[in-house]
């Protein structure tokens, strides 16, 4: 499952309501390292759908685009979008209003996840929300001078979105969604590619019920307490309630290591 995201940069395209800034999208589809091939476009673009970067009917850019911005052979190109029209992702319309459309979601892969779970050590995944935990503090604080009246509405929307959402993925979606949005508010780019290369590493496992599910009622309202900490300028009270928040993210994830490893070692003692 482990995925080297370092590469991976932020992108916001056109879904009405949300930020957008152009030169995100020339971002996304930058040249490939020499070792990667179509298989890092196949895993690049289907991340930027599960994180809800690039939305359902959007259309990608045209294959002579594609290629020259992944720095990319045509026909490595094609490759990778044969097999994600394979998988039903994307699907490739002819004529005059034609293109390569993306269709749903990528499917949660409760195996992979399961082996980056048994895999990656308790101190791992406590690092790992460590960094979020530090990333998203400093976001906070930039956002409570840095967000616009407009944006801060766009926030509380996405927030409520996550406990209406149907399904673990459409959950893991609308969570990864607003931690994104709320890192693009603070004005900083770095900052915005760390979470999303954060959110890539653990948001499907986080929302996939490998035992038992995250809890969408709490995390919405820590969202919306979120949200209006950083409208009122509450940055102390902001920073600290979203390490809590993060806080709970990791506890989940550790519980859920440790339930997986009991069970495993149950099985094998049988």
Known sequence: MPIDWAEFPIVWLGEPGLALNMSFQSQIYRSLPDLERSDAIVNRISKAITLGMLRVGER???EIEMSEMFGVAAATLRDALAVLRDQGIVETRRGRSGGTFI????QFQPEAMREWLM???IAEIRDLG???????AATVRLACD???PHELERLQDMARSLVLAEGAQARARADSRFHIELAVTAQSTRLANAEIRLQAETVEVLWSPLVDEFDAERATAEHLALVRAVSENRSHQGQQLVIDH????THHLIDTKLALS???DVKDNQ
Not at 103 to 106: A, F, S, T
Not at 130 to 136: G, L, P, V
Request: charged fraction near 25%; glycine fraction near 0%.
């Open 130 to 136: 460590d960094e979020q935990s530090a990333i998203a």
């Open 246 to 249: 993060i806080r709970r993210s």
């Open 146 to 148: 840095r967000a616009e």
């Open 262 to 264: 009991y069970s495993t």
């Open 103 to 106: 269709l749903k979601q990528p």
């Open 60 to 62: 990608l850019p045209n």
């Open 119 to 121: 895999s990656t050590s």
